[in-house]
């Protein structure tokens, strides 16, 4: 308990008033945090719901653990949510292994639920054996030196409260508590890789070579997260000189300035640019950031990487980004600043009044005046559609939106992210160039709508 006390004290995991996800499975560990957070919950004024996902690997053993769940849940007073899901087809179906297809749906069910219920916090229960394990299984893969580093005490909502507890500690915990818990049988078996490292080869290493191994293992760790620190404070710098975030989320790389960099300078921006935009869990590895660094140079035009993601060339710009086009529609409401998801934009429309004297005062990129009487409400802002078209300001007839960005220059890569605001009838504005004729104000105008974008900045992390 002062342990896990002095963990989120130290690294201020949690904040009075919190409401935290805990992944519960059964385990000892999960068991044990579960306990640890109720212990609290009146100190910090806490507020926690559980979650069991049943991966249907085991079935009758999940069964049991989904019915022992709730009845420590029931005990402890405490909300518990239930996800059932067929890993092996999901495994199939993405050609990934059992234990990552596992892994990969579990982090994204942490995030979702936690978005949906509202939750500060999501507190997993790694702890001291986890990062042992974690760094020797990294090196054995080859790793970098931030490898090392292993497993962070936390990321974004997660939260590691065992962080600095062992494995034999938490069963003394247990012990002393009178907790039951779960044994889960396929721990014990040695094909997952994992469980060799645990079973087979640290006891090996403790017994014929090092006894203190993981003394050392974490000595390594705690060397390299000092330097790594030291080492993302420069690239921190380097990322601001040298990337922005476009509103539709990729990264630009200044290739002129990217390029005159040291390679290890090259390879952590690359890596985070990378990193941002893979799906979660999944990182990139030094061949896919060496096959980007060289195309950086290169005159080449666009590269495929792992996860869906690519790299384009635009100028003397490298736009780093996922490879689905963004698709999105938001209704827009008079008088009300509207978020127009994903995109890091909102729009505030109202009417207003008008006199002519003022066009060309108002007449600029991010806002517009439409005659009132010519708009069909309500108002839409969403995506480019395939086949869309519009009049723009000044044309007879329309003109395909693909084609006037075509002539306007724009490379294609940024067009998912460039909006339209439609009425009843059609586009009334092409986002950041041009109204459509049929809206347009004349001498008999008394009212107009007038539409303002507003740009989110998003900025950059102070740790990486």
């Known amino acids: 308990m002062q342990k896990i006390r002095k963990t989120i004290k130290d690294f ?32 910090i004024h806490l507020s ?3 979650l069991y996902i049943n991966h249907q690997i085991r079935p009758r053993e999940a069964r049991k653990e989904e019915a022992f769940c709730r009845r420590l849940c029931d005990q402890l007073g405490v909300e518990l949510r239930i996800v059932t899901v067929r890993i092996p087809d999901i495994a199939k179906k993405e050609k990934k ?17 936690a978005l949906q219920e509202g939750c500060d916090k999501i507190a997993l229960g790694h702890h001291t054996d986890d990062q042992v394990e974690t760094i020797l299984f990294r090196i ?43 044994v889960d049988q396929s721990n014990l078996k040695s094909e ?19 006894p203190a191994v993981d003394s050392a293992l974490l000595n390594l760790s705690e060397t390299a997260s000092d330097e790594e620190r030291y080492l993302n404070g420069v690239m921190r710098k380097a990322l601001r000189r040298t990337a922005r975030w476009t509103i539709g989320g990729k990264i630009e790389l200044d290739l002129v300035r990217f390029c005159s960099y040291d390679k290890w300078i090259r390879r952590r921006l690359l890596r985070y640019c990378l990193a941002e935009s893979l799906p979660l869990m999944l990182a990139p590895d030094k061949v896919v950031v060496d096959r980007l660094d060289r195309f950086s140079f290169s005159s080449g035009r666009s590269i495929s990487l792992p996860g869906g ?40 429309s109202r ?40 009049g723009p300001l000044g044309m007879r007839g329309t003109k395909k939106v693909g084609d006037y960005l075509t002539d306007r220059k724009v490379d294609r890569v940024y067009r998912d992210e460039i909006p339209v605001v439609c009425d009843k009838l059609g586009i009334v504005w092409l986002v950041g160039f041009e109204i459509a004729d049929r809206v347009k104000i004349d001498s008999t105008t008394k009212e107009v709508v007038r539409i303002e974008l507003r740009k989110h900045r998003k900025a950059w992390p102070e740790a990486l």
Do not use: M, W
């Open 12 to 43: 201020e995991l949690v904040q009075r008033g919190d409401r935290i996800l805990v992944a519960l499975s059964g385990g000892p560990d999960s068991v044990a945090l579960l306990h640890l957070l109720c212990r609290l919950r009146p100190e």
């Open 48 to 50: 926690l719901v559980a």
């Open 97 to 113: 292994g059992i234990e990552e297809a596992a892994r990969d749906f579990r982090y994204r069910t942490f995030e979702s639920l």
């Open 140 to 182: 054995l893969r080859g790793t970098g030196k931030p490898g090392l580093v292993g497993i962070p005490v936390s990321r974004g909502r997660i939260i590691r409260p065992l962080y600095e507890v062992t494995r034999r500690e938490i069963l003394s915990y247990l012990g002393s508590q009178h907790l039951e818990y779960c």
């Open 192 to 210: 997952y890789k994992r469980n060799y490292i645990r079973n087979h080869l640290l006891v090996e290493i403790r017994r014929h070579l090092n």
């Open 309 to 348: 993601v690519s790299a384009t060339r635009v100028g003397t710009r490298l736009v780093v980004h996922r490879r689905e086009f963004l698709r999105y529609s938001t209704p827009l409401a008079l008088g009300r600043s509207c978020r127009a998801e994903p995109l890091s934009v909102s729009f505030y």
């Open 351 to 390: 009417l207003a009044g008008y006199s002519g004297d003022r066009l060309e005062k108002d007449r600029q990129p991010s806002q517009v005046l439409l005659d009132r009487r010519k708009v069909e409400l309500p108002l839409t802002a969403r995506s480019i559609r395939p086949g869309d078209r519009f």
